[in-house]
T-cell receptor
């Protein structure tokens, strides 16, 4: 069975601080995908990134960066110089690889509050 | 393209009433999914479909039925609503995921309250 753990239920930081959201996953599959989604107060799910298990390169997109480490089964997300607009619930998710129809296994989410 | 749309956006039901949530996608995706989101629980898979005329159970299927009569539509039914089904429901569709690529697209959600 697959599992995603986001141990941080809520994080509150002051604007311009850097913040890291942790994600630890469990799977027996050798091929899998990892995702991060953002859910702003408006409620929709916004796709941020997909990472394949065979690609351990870290990725940076503007103020966002992701650190994928298979050795520790972690896929952490860092926001640099946080802004109030970053306030949202962030979900980490896992899907097994291959071309099957499996859905995503989500973590419980981390509520990020950026205070002005 | 509209992507994934859901109807209705909000609904209030009384215990025992029935209703159907409609999901439509215009991306010609084979796979479609229904999730529910409860506070502090993340999203959990209810049912999914691998193609027209086929459906399968996910993690939390009890109390729900689904149908996929057309490729672009995926219906979620509640035959006798219960307060425990108060939740936000998300529909999603995805590509086949071949070649190392996989994309799942979510609808805007339906907020359902059962009194």
């Amino acid at each position: 069975a697959q599992k995603v753990t986001q141990a941080q239920t809520e994080i509150s930081v002051v604007e311009k601080e850097d913040v890291t959201l942790d994600c630890v996953y469990e799977t027996r599959d050798t091929t899998y995908y990892l995702f991060w989604y953002k859910q702003p107060p408006s409620g929709e799910l916004v796709f941020l990134i997909r990472r394949n298990s065979f690609d351990e390169q870290n990725e940076i997109s503007g103020r966002y960066s992701w650190n994928f480490q298979k050795s520790t089964s972690s896929f952490n997300f860092t926001i640099t110089a946080s802004q109030v607009v970053d306030s949202a619930v962030y979900f980490c998710a896992l899907r097994r690889g291959g071309g099957g129809a499996d859905g995503l296994t989500f973590g419980k989410g981390t509520h990020l509050i950026i205070q002005p | 393209n509209a992507g994934v749309t859901q109807t209705p956006k909000f609904r209030v039901l009384k215990t025992g009433q029935s209703m159907t949530l409609l999901c439509a996608q215009d991306m010609n995706h084979e796979y479609m999914y229904w999730y529910r989101q409860d506070p502090g629980m993340g999203l959990r898979l209810i049912h999914y479909s691998v193609g027209e005329g086929t459906t399968a159970k996910g993690e939390v299927p009890d109390g729900y039925n689904v149908s996929r009569l057309k490729k672009q539509n995926f219906l979620l039914g509640l035959e006798s609503a219960a307060p425990s089904q108060t939740s936000v429901y998300f529909c999603a569709s995805s590509t086949l995921g071949a070649g190392g690529k996989y994309e799942q697209f979510f609808g805007p959600g339906t907020r359902l309250t059962v009194l």
